[in-house]
Structure formats: structure tokens, C-alpha cells
């Protein structure tokens, strides 16, 4: 008969394998913290350089800017949304779904779409299909869609002539976002989050990115949002520090 303490042997063996493993994360992690002054400003080039030293996954993580706006959103002339085309890409191959009608589905697939189609996928988003990144749309299936709203509207995915994904273009708006072309907007607390790019990029891409993307956020300035336009800057890969950038070397 096997007692008790039998499987209390490999619990404990496991347990303290877990522990330590705990810990030397931690340690890698304080490590990644150092190289980081707490409150100091870098400039962009700086924190695209030390981006790479404090990266502590062993996967490709992703690149992000955080940009806190000194607007109110609720306004609708302050509610901040465009699009950025980066100079590199995001690292990530986006899958792309067209909603238009047939004449215009030769052109998508040539582009290089991934779904292209309109009831079929109508009715799969309904029932909870969403296994894309980008959704294009013909202007001429917007009012057969528009029920999709209430389900691709919370998640920043329902197409829209501002970010360039209700066109006529069809061919040329799936080549952009394949190409790196990001759809950015404000959320309810005044910031914007976006994926810029993978660790694995150069140090010199990274900057490039990321400065088109906030050169681009900087031209949307609204006339009515007063005082500070860029509050604060932050650039951070997964699971690694965040590195304040220094604003007022954005706006010069």
C-alpha cells in the first residue's frame, strides 16, 4: 500500500522546482530594472537602444508605445484616432478579411487578403468568429454590416473611413496593412496603446517606428485641447520595464 509520504516526495520536488524558477525570474527581472533610472526621461534613440538590453523573454516579444494625451476624449473633436504606416512593419503578418461584393473580390485576393467574402462572413461574425486582425470594407456593403457594429465596435475593428478601412481602394488598403499600416485611437482614459514592432528589430528600426507613429500622433493635434499635448511617453517591450521618453525632445 503506498502512503502518503510517497507522493509527498515529488509534490515537494516539484514545488521547489517551481520556487526556484520564481526566483531566478525575479532576479533576471531586478537585473532588466537597473538598467532603467527610475525617473529619469531618455530620448527615443536612447530607450530604442536599451529596449534591447532589458528584454528578458525568450520569445520575440512585442514592441508597444503607451502615449497619455492631454485631452478629453468625451469630446468628440478631441477623440484622437488615425493611422500610421511603419517604415518596417510590425514584425507580425496581419490576416486580413474583405467584406465586399463580388466584383471587387478578385482585386482583394490579389492583394493578398486572407478572407474575402461578404453573408458567409457576415453570419460567422455573429456567431462569434473573429480569427482576423484587420477588416477592409467596400462602401457599397456598409449598410449590410453595419449590424456587426455592436460586436467589432468595442473590440476597434469595425471598418471605417478614417483609418482607411472603408475604401474603394480594395487592393491598395490590404496591401498598406500588410505592409505595416497600424490603426491607432484614444481610449476613455486619454491614451493610446500600440504594437510598433518585435524585439528582435534593430535598434535603429525600433526608433523609426516609433517616431512615425508619434510624429503622426503630434499632426493630430486638436485646436481645442489646451496646455500639455503629450503628457507622457512610455516604450516597453513584454514583461520588461517601461522607459519614459522625454516629451518635450518629441515636440521640437
Not at 466584383?103 to 490579389?110: I, L, N, R
Not at 462572413?121 to 462602401?139: N, Q, R, S, T
Not at 503622426?216 to 522607459?243: E, Q, R
Request: glycine residues 8%; hydrophobic residues 35%; positive net charge.
Amino acid at each position: 500500500m503506498t502512503n502518503s509520504y510517497t507522493f509527498a516526495i515529488p509534490f515537494f520536488n516539484y514545488l521547489t522546482h517551481y520556487t526556484n524558477r520564481s526566483v531566478q525570474l525575479t532576479k533576471k527581472r531586478k537585473q532588466s530594472n537597473a538598467k532603467v533610472q527610475q525617473g529619469k526621461t531618455y530620448t527615443l534613440q536612447e530607450a530604442s537602444s536599451i529596449l534591447k538590453e532589458v528584454n528578458t523573454t525568450k520569445f520575440d516579444s512585442s514592441v508597444d508605445v503607451h502615449i497619455r494625451l492631454g485631452i478629453d476624449p468625451r469630446k468628440a473633436d478631441q477623440s484622437i484616432r488615425g493611422v500610421a504606416v511603419l517604415p518596417h512593419g510590425t514584425g507580425k503578418t496581419k490576416r486580413v478579411l474583405v467584406l465586399c461584393n463580388p466584383d471587387k473580390e478578385s482585386e482583394a485576393k490579389e492583394a493578398g487578403a486572407d478572407h474575402v467574402g461578404l453573408q458567409e462572413y457576415v453570419e460567422k461574425i455573429e456567431k462569434g468568429w473573429l480569427d482576423v486582425d484587420v477588416i477592409i470594407a467596400a462602401p457599397s456593403v456598409m449598410p449590410k454590416i453595419a449590424k456587426l457594429g455592436k460586436i467589432l465596435g468595442p473590440r476597434n475593428m469595425m471598418p471605417n473611413p478614417k483609418s482607411g478601412t472603408v475604401t474603394d481602394n480594395i487592393g491598395e488598403a490590404v496591401k498598406e496593412v500588410k505592409g505595416g499600416k497600424i490603426a491607432f485611437r484614444v481610449d476613455k482614459q486619454g491614451i493610446i496603446h500600440a504594437s510598433i514592432g518585435r524585439v528582435s528589430f534593430s535598434k535603429e528600426k525600433i526608433f523609426e517606428n516609433a517616431n512615425e507613429l508619434l510624429h503622426t500622433v503630434i499632426k493630430l493635434k486638436p485646436a481645442t485641447a489646451k496646455g500639455n499635448y503629450l503628457k507622457s511617453v512610455t516604450l516597453a517591450s513584454t514583461m520588461s520595464p517601461g522607459i519614459h521618453i522625454d516629451t518635450k525632445t518629441l515636440m521640437n
